[in-house]
């Protein structure tokens, strides 16, 4: 029965994982319309980051209903109505679009290939976001400063993610040093967020799997304390943190049926 438990499951899984693939672009079609027509003329940025916002809002509400893949926010009091910078731990391209969603007017700092996503990128690009460029590093660190001043400015926040690229759950990578130059130079808080939908969300067209997600909302950093020593503190806290997050998961899971080839299931022989 186990095998055929594990057959049934898969079949199961992807099947929900295609009926929301193609959810998403029945869901996309008319935000392709605005961009073809009336975005070519008119977009300003504040009316782009709300059809952003939409759209992500359907996404996630999509995973949840369709995929199962729901979520818990923790420490919603950690979320100031002031200006911050939001670092979160990176495993998927589910808490990107979440928190575009999840967090007004937020400005995520992301990698240039993001703007070839449809829809998505094209909000991205026009919201406006900060790109950087894996070839011009020195450049991109004094790119991302003048523009995190402006956008800090204008009262929106900053969402960056400092390991720089996805990182599996149980898995690390260091921390890129720009994040201590942002904090340095900002004079705004710093508020850790950590999330395990790595465990779920599986890359590219991999089924995905029903649960749920935490995001937590961690205690504030307040500016003006000594930026390297912090940050280090910073980096340790966040793996810390995201790996008790993994062991929740872990006993948390309630599959239906068990799926293979996902994170979870070598901890479940």
Request: charged residues 20%; glycine residues 8%.
């Amino acid at each position: 029965m186990d095998g055929e438990a594990k057959r049934i499951g898969r079949l199961v899984g992807a099947a929900r994982t295609r009926l929301f693939e193609v959810a998403i672009l029945l869901w996309s079609l008319p935000f392709g319309v605005l961009i073809l027509t009336l975005f070519q003329v008119w977009r300003p940025p504040h009316v782009v980051r709300r059809a952003l916002r939409l759209w992500s809002t359907g996404f996630i509400a999509a995973a949840r209903w369709i995929v199962g893949v729901r979520y818990v926010i923790e420490g919603r009091e950690n979320i100031p109505d002031a200006p911050a910078i939001f670092v979160c731990n990176h495993q998927s391209y589910w808490e990107s679009i979440a928190l575009t969603a999840l967090i007004a007017d937020i400005n995520v700092v992301s990698k240039a290939e993001a703007t070839g996503i449809p829809v998505f990128g094209w909000g991205l690009r026009h919201a406006p976001m900060i790109f950087v460029n894996r070839d011009r590093r020195g450049t991109n660190l004094r790119r991302v400063l003048r523009e995190a001043k402006a956008t800090l400015s204008e009262g929106r926040s900053i969402l960056i993610f400092p390991e720089g690229t996805r990182v599996p759950p149980g898995g690390r990578r260091t921390f890129e040093r720009g994040l201590e130059a942002l904090y340095r130079s900002s004079g705004v808080p710093v508020i850790p967020i950590v999330h395990n939908a790595g465990l779920l969300w599986l890359d590219g067209f991999r089924t995905k799997i029903p649960g749920l997600v935490t995001l937590r909302f961690c205690t504030p950093v307040e500016p003006g304390q000594s930026s390297a020593a912090l940050m280090q503190e910073l980096e340790v806290f966040i793996n810390v943190e995201k790996d008790r997050l993994l062991s929740v998961g872990l006993q948390m899971d309630q599959r239906p049926f068990p799926f293979e080839g996902s994170p979870l299931e070598p901890h479940r022989r």
